[in-house]
């Protein structure tokens, strides 16, 4: 790995070490979380496959896999600060685009819906949230900064700032901004001595 993965890296370890209450140091966030040990092997396999070296590519992923629980397609493109928070059963498929920020929790699936060529797995924009066991499935574009609840099945796109639930999953009402009115008068009385 070269210097700039290892730097892309310890920036993921440090982002996780922020997002997660449960880490109690960078130390251990290297060492003995699943989500960064499944991105530093896909990062590797990724190289490969961008080199055309896909069988390398493919056992280092399968690799990865065994040992983290976590599935990545070497040719999907994953972003930086990216938090798999405790991965097992997280499936990532070769056409998905994942960008920086994004937090994706145990046993979900950016998979495809149909053998088709080109692209066939989701867009993952940034600072999205996916809940535990969320299937997102075909060429959808998850939006920036949204949240998609644990167990939804995501079969369209998700606009940015929604929150997404259910199956299939449906657009959660936004609550009315709370708003608060302050006024401020100045007292006119005056006061003889």
Do not use: C
Not at 68 to 79: L, R
Not at 82 to 101: K, N, Q
């Amino acid at each position: 790995m070269s210097l700039r993965g290892a730097r892309k890296m310890f920036q993921t370890a440090r982002s996780i070490l922020k997002r997660d209450p449960a880490a109690h140091s960078l130390l251990e966030v290297l060492l003995t979380y699943p989500g960064i040990r499944a991105l530093f092997w896909y990062r590797i396999a990724h190289f490969m496959a961008f080199h055309r070296l896909y069988t390398i590519a493919g056992f280092l992923s399968q690799h990865a896999a065994k040992v983290t629980g976590i599935s990545i397609s070497p040719e999907a493109q994953i972003g930086k600060r990216v938090f798999i928070d405790h991965g097992i059963g997280v499936v990532i498929g070769a056409t998905a685009v994942i960008e920086d920020d994004v937090t994706i929790l145990h046993g979900v699936t950016l998979g495809a819906r149909r053998a088709v060529e080109g692209r066939r797995h989701p867009y993952v924009k940034k600072g999205a949230f996916i809940g535990a066991n969320a299937q997102l499935l075909g060429t959808i574009t998850i939006g920036a900064f949204s949240k998609v609840g644990a167990g939804a099945i995501v079969l369209n796109n998700v606009a940015d700032k929604t929150t997404v639930v259910g199956n299939p999953a449906r657009t959660v009402n936004k609550l009315p901004a709370k708003v608060i009115n302050v006024t401020f008068t100045t007292n006119t009385s005056t006061t003889k001595n």
